[in-house]
């Protein structure tokens, strides 16, 4: 049987709680760069929230750490300083859906060539679990103890979002088992070499598993956004120019 | 022969891979680690290196050399 080995760039897990998807990310976000022999030209730009623990130790790679929220129009600056680095925003869904959804339009509306990849847990993991506009209907979290009203607060499905703006590639898919991570990455693939290609902005969503605030064990947890969290983020590609 | 290594150190026993194992190879081990998790452990008899719990491992524990 053939070696199995991390990618180089990958130095030590990561400080994120048991069972969180953000490890398999990074993970698949290395091998893609090592792939495409640009992890020496990469730039991370990370979000104030759990996508940032990759900084710390986790993978070897330029980074800059955005405000909250920010981390699209920051990476969006970093490519215009640095034309020829690849630079990827890597962020939660309620950094991009809710505190930075007008730099994600904006930057979705003008098509800016950069790679975007958003960890969708449906909830605010580093703040302590609060409701997102992401989280599903009847879903408790810290701040909706009852369950969301939906009718009331609506669920923001990023398709419906910027999918008829000038975005090149958005494409969603889940890290459940092999297949699926598997599939995953060919997103994150695609998404990364359209920027090579100078293509434009290319998004992909991961829907990924936060049992800590979900308050699940972890395989109840994957097995939660696999058959709920599907219903309403469907996965597959729905942009790709 | 190539072998399936685990670096328990790093181990947080979400217990995917052994979901995820086709074999029934892993399990948890007992174990506690530094951190205070149960970490898995593997049965080389019935592991077949296919490399599933690499990839849906989040905590970068397996690798096999």
Known sequence: MAEVRLPKRIMNSGGWCQGCGHGVVVRLIAEVLDELGVADKAIAVEDVACGSMSMSGVLNCDAIMAAHGRPIPVANGAKGARPDSIVYAHLGDGSAYSIGSAELVHTALRGDNMTVIVVNNTVYGMTGGQMAPTTLPAEKTASSPKGKDADRYGVLNVVDLIGKLNATYIARGEIYDVASTAKTKAMIKKAFQNQIDNKGFSLVEVLAPCPTNLHMTPVQCKEFVHTEATKFFPLGEFVDK | ?65
């Open chain 2, 1 to 65: 022969m190539s072998k399936l290594q685990i670096e328990k150190t790093r181990c947080k026993g979400c217990g995917y891979c052994i979901e995820v194992c086709p074999k029934k190879a892993l399990s948890f081990s007992g174990e506690i680690s530094d951190q205070g998790y149960d970490t898995v452990k593997v049965d080389d008899a019935l592991c077949i290196q296919c490399g599933a719990c690499y990839r849906v491992c989040p905590d970068y524990v397996f690798e096999i050399i």
